[in-house]
């Protein structure tokens, strides 16, 4: 990953930008949740046996779009956006999104998120491609566009309703005025805040732990005095700031509940996505459980969805710390013994490795609680043009409908150091009765769901994830 500073930045923002490159690539290491083979094969009932189909109402239909939410429009972004000193002057690029669904929704809402904060116009974000061949290569410096993962209209006409002020341009070719003279200027946004400065405000949410506070209006004053040093007198044209990547630093309880819990839905996931997730569930009710109503945010009693993070890549490069939590054994003893809390009929795995999904299943079997209890990937759910399309996606992709399917789980279990179990986490979090979540008996802990880890280790992932 390149880490271009712009001339004149000191050391310190230097130091702080090597500290989040930092970050950034613990979550990304330890955020890659899949790595699936091109086909699927082996027979999931071997050892178990395979439950008979039950009659169902639910039947799979295509055209149904579980996931459709409304476009998003919310007083309390209005209300932000109300108040903001809009500059006509200051468009903000964000190109640099990079790693799994997880990474790249938290980076793309960063930049949406500091572009309001300065006022800046926001050219529609990019991302970055993962290489096909070889998946643990992230910054392939190869971009596409937004439309790759999330539905561009919706994330648009939510804007507007949302946040009319804030001006998102189609390209870097709509800027207006655009004097190619000058090049744009390259920002880390978190370095412009001096993190030595003492608290600026007490968390209104539970979910600021242990990071550094920060709240908006601290933030664009420490950016426009960081703009400062590239005035050119006489200038024409705007000033345009490239957005390096940045996630797991923005405070989202900074901005208040209301914000917080409505923010992350300006972004939803692209429609076959959505459709396929659908499917699955549909599958899912029709071999499982019939009697689920399928409308509903989650089904009690029903599946039981768990992530499985022990690819290859996790083992080799765990931290000391997670030396526990990373491996085969631990989380399949943890995860089988949490099945019984949800009487679930069945149980969906959420793994890119297939053998380990298999090792899984095999233990399942193994153990008084969950004998009976079938396991399913989403490759055994789908069928025919449906299957057909799910090979087609991309592994980060792929990866998306594992994450919708998860939040209609009637309980979740995950690991700590991995990003795409927080977000689901948070996110089931919104739904859930039991109102503290970080105080044990895990990492996170809730009548929806489990994360697995060292108490209050990862303060960043609660603090820095919109739901
Ligand atoms: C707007 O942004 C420009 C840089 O493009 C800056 O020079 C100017 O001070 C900003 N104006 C306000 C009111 O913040
Ligand atoms: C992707 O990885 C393959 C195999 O390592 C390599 O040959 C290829 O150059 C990479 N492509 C890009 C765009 O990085
Ligand atoms: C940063 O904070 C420290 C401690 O409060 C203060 O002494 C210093 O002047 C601040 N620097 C800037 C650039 O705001
Ligand atoms: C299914 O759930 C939805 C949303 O919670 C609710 O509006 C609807 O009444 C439920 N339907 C039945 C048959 O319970
Ligand atoms: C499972 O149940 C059997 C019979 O009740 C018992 O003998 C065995 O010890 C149990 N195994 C475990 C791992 O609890
Ligand atoms: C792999 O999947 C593709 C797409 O579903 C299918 O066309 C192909 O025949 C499969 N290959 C094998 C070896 O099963």
Same mark, same amino acid.
């Given at each position: 990953?390149?880490? !271009? ?5 000191? *050391? ?17 290491? %330890? ?6 083979? $091109? ?21 799979? $239909?295509?055209?149904?779009?579980? %996931? ?7 007083? /309390? ?9 809009? =500059?006509? &002057? ?27 904060? /300065? ?27 937004? !439309? ?18 804030? =001006? ?35 968390? *209104? ?7 550094? %506070?920060? $709240?908006?209006?601290?933030?664009? /004053? +420490?950016?426009? #005095? ?32 209301? %914000? ?14 959505? #459709? ?9 009710? !029709? ?13 009690? =009693? ?6 499985? @993070?022990? !690819? ?9 710390? $997670? ?5 085969? +054994?631990?989380?399949? @003893? ?15 795995? &959420?793994?890119?490795?297939l053998d380990e999904v298999a090792k899984f299943t095999l233990e399942a079997t193994k153990n008084n609680n969950t004998v009976n209890i079938p396991v399913v990937t989403k490759f055994d759910l789908l069928k025919g043009v449906a299957l057909a399309e799910l090979n087609a996606l991309t592994w980060d992709q792929q990866a998306m409908v594992d994450f919708l399917v998860m939040l209609k789980a009637s309980d979740f279990a995950g690991v700590g150091h991995s990003g795409f179990a927080w977000n689901i986490a948070l996110k089931r979090h919104t739904l859930a009765q039991q109102k503290k979540y970080l105080d044990g008996p895990q990492m996170l802990s809730d009548d929806l ?12 992932? /609660? ?5």
């Amino acid at each position: 990953m390149a880490l !271009e500073l712009p001339a004149g930045v000191n *050391k310190r923002y230097a130091t702080l930008a090597a500290i989040t490159i930092s970050i950034f690539w613990l979550w990304i290491v %330890f955020d890659r949740p899949y790595e699936l083979p $091109d086909n699927i094969s082996w027979n999931i009932y071997s050892g178990a046996t395979k439950p008979t189909a039950t009659t169902s109402t639910h039947a799979i $239909d295509s055209t149904v779009d579980l %996931f459709d939410v409304p476009v998003l429009e919310s007083e /309390a972004l209005k209300e932000v956006c109300y108040e903001t000193h809009w =500059n006509k &002057s200051l468009v903000f690029t964000c190109d640099e999104s990079a790693g799994g669904i997880g990474s790249i929704r938290s980076s793309v809402l960063h930049c949406i998120r500091y572009a309001v904060a /300065a006022g800046a116009s926001l050219v529609l974000p990019s991302i970055v491609l993962r290489n096909a061949s070889d998946i643990s290569h992230i910054s392939t410096g190869l971009k596409t566009d937004l !439309e790759y993962m999330f539905d561009v209209p919706y994330f648009m006409h939510s804007v507007r309703l949302s946040c009319p002020g804030l =001006n998102i341009l189609e390209s870097k070719a709509k800027i207006k005025d655009l004097n190619t003279e000058y090049d744009a200027i390259s920002l880390l946004p978190d370095s412009v805040v001096n993190f030595t400065n003492p608290i600026h405000g007490q968390p *209104k949410l539970e979910k600021v732990i242990g990071t550094s %506070f920060h $709240d908006p209006i601290t933030w664009r /004053a +420490e950016f426009y #005095g960081w703009l400062r040093q590239f005035y050119i007198k006489d200038r024409k044209g705007p000033v345009v700031v490239d957005l390096e990547i940045s996630h797991l630093q923005y405070p989202v309880a900074s901005d208040g509940e209301g %914000f917080a819990l409505d923010f992350g839905s300006l972004l939803r996931f692209r429609a076959d996505v959505r #459709g396929l997730a659908t499917q699955v569930i549909q599958g899912l009710a !029709e071999q499982y459980t019939p009697n689920i109503n399928l409308t509903a945010d989650y089904y009690p =009693n029903a599946f039981f969805g768990v992530h499985l @993070r022990t !690819e290859k890549d996790a083992a080799e490069l765990r931290l000391a710390q $997670d030396s526990t939590f990373s491996s085969f +054994e631990t989380q399949s @003893r943890l995860y089988l013994d949490q099945t019984p809390q949800s009487q679930p009929s069945v149980i969906y795995v &959420s793994s890119g490795d297939l053998d380990e999904v298999a090792k899984f299943t095999l233990e399942a079997t193994k153990n008084n609680n969950t004998v009976n209890i079938p396991v399913v990937t989403k490759f055994d759910l789908l069928k025919g043009v449906a299957l057909a399309e799910l090979n087609a996606l991309t592994w980060d992709q792929q990866a998306m409908v594992d994450f919708l399917v998860m939040l209609k789980a009637s309980d979740f279990a995950g690991v700590g150091h991995s990003g795409f179990a927080w977000n689901i986490a948070l996110k089931r979090h919104t739904l859930a009765q039991q109102k503290k979540y970080l105080d044990g008996p895990q990492m996170l802990s809730d009548d929806l769901s489990q994360i697995y880890g060292n108490v209050r280790g990862y303060p960043e992932f /609660a603090a820095c994830i919109w739901p």
